[in-house]
């Protein structure tokens, strides 16, 4: 017998699919494209690198090191940033290192979960004449390509840890560079070395810096097992530190994980030298940087470019950048001292000294005029094109003349004097950077006297022009506009409220007049009082003075 269809039961037309049958089925199809997608990106997922174990090397020297890295395949190819580096696989990878026991547990498993490496052998190529510092590399495959890794160079001899030796590993004198790998749980390494002559030791630690994600504790004891030195990296930003030793004192150093973390990628150097920490040396002492070998006219080069950032860039700028107040340290940067006087510039007077700079970089004279104009530097009744043909009798001789006759600090100071003669007023912030900018020129010029100072300011004038006047910053202006906008929109009701109270009140003290509160008319009347009874005084001093001469007169 068949059964009667009920009321809630559905028949489909003859010919056509459910629609249930149907949205089942595309509900399937993107559930299972949702799924399978992450699976198949998981499996193209482009390389990264683990560490670099030893951790560099030192100028002029080849050495064997390891990789270890994160997806890498057969078709990756290393590309140091430096083109004076080589670093090339030599052979064939690991198995995937799983951590050796012991193992953490609870949130300090959670905070230190660090995925499993595969290591490559390959040799790193240093250049004799690459400076100290840190250097990065990438790897790259048909997946992509990966996020630097870091690699440090040092002046010193390496010593590189034997991960099987047991107790404290003995150093050769100092100065030296550890090479450490803290390779599991609970390791610590321990390092001795002997003090020959008296004086500071200082201690270098590079982890960190190489991506490392080793939070370092050092601990230095001398041959008595009293503690000397004790110090951890709690910030994850490396530390130098130093301490006084003694001549002919042994000294022991351990070193481990704040939280006792470890695993291959938990790499460290440790430079040990006699001496202060990063000695540097003033920019006065051209004898010195000469004997340590820095680039001089690289350093000048430096000077203008890291001035001009500050002030066109930042608007905040180090006003007294005389040479007592530089330093070169060792790894070759600039260090500024004595932050006592500081000049500011606005975005108006940025904009104004970027494009006069420009316009006299590519000789656009007119245009140097029109941004006096714009600034509202310049009074309107005078001419642009008068103006322009004074800005081009500066600027033009200019580019008649070698590199090293170029002085942009007396190219403003000229042009000062000419703005002076259409009414420009003096404008502190200006006379400041151009005072800053002679000193920084001259210091410059001593470091290298055939500077060329346009195509060293070229690209960062010419950088912050294209980022701040070209389409992106007119997208940015406008983004700000807009945002003034908003807000004065935001503000619109409660004004128009403002005004409407303030015209009522108008109207009403026209018809009815001011309305004065208890308090005003109450300060009123004792002001008035006090005036009235100073008057009556003045009238009792005057009737008795009158009284007195006619008593005087009828005697």
Known sequence: MAATPGPCDRLA????????VAFCFVARLITAILFLAPLAAFGELPPEIGYVFPAGGRAGETRDVVLGGYDWTPDIEILPHDPGVALLVTG?????????PPHLFGYKARANDRPCPREFP??????ADLPPGLYRFQVASANGASPPGVFHLSRYESFVEDPDHDGPQILPALPVVIDGQIGRTAEIDRYRFTVIES???SIELVARRLLSPLHALIKVTDSHGSVVLDVADTAGRDFSISFLGKEGETYDLAIHDIDYAGDRSSVYRIELATGPIDPTIPLSDIPALEKAGHDLPALGRTVIQSFLRHAVRDGFFHADMHPGNLFVDREGRLCAVDFGIMGRLGLKERRFLAEILYGFITRDYRRVAEVHFEAGY??????????????RAIGEPIHSRRADQISMAKLLTLLFEITALFDMR???ELVMLQKTMVVVEGVARRLDPRLNLWSTADPVVRGWIEENLGPIGKLSDAGRSLSQLGRAAIALPEMLDRAERLTRKLEEATKHGFELSATSVEAIGKAEARRARWGNAALWAIAGLLLWFAVKLLD
């Open 378 to 391: 310049v009074p309107e009744h005078h001419a642009v094109e008068d103006f322009a043909q004074a800005v």
């Open 426 to 428: 003096t404008r502190p």
């Open 122 to 127: 390959a040799r790193l190529t240093l250049p």
């Open 199 to 201: 004086g500071p030791v």
């Open 13 to 20: 037309p003859t010919g056509r699919p459910r629609v249930g």
């Open 92 to 100: 064939a990878p690991t198995r995937v290192l799983i951590p050796e």
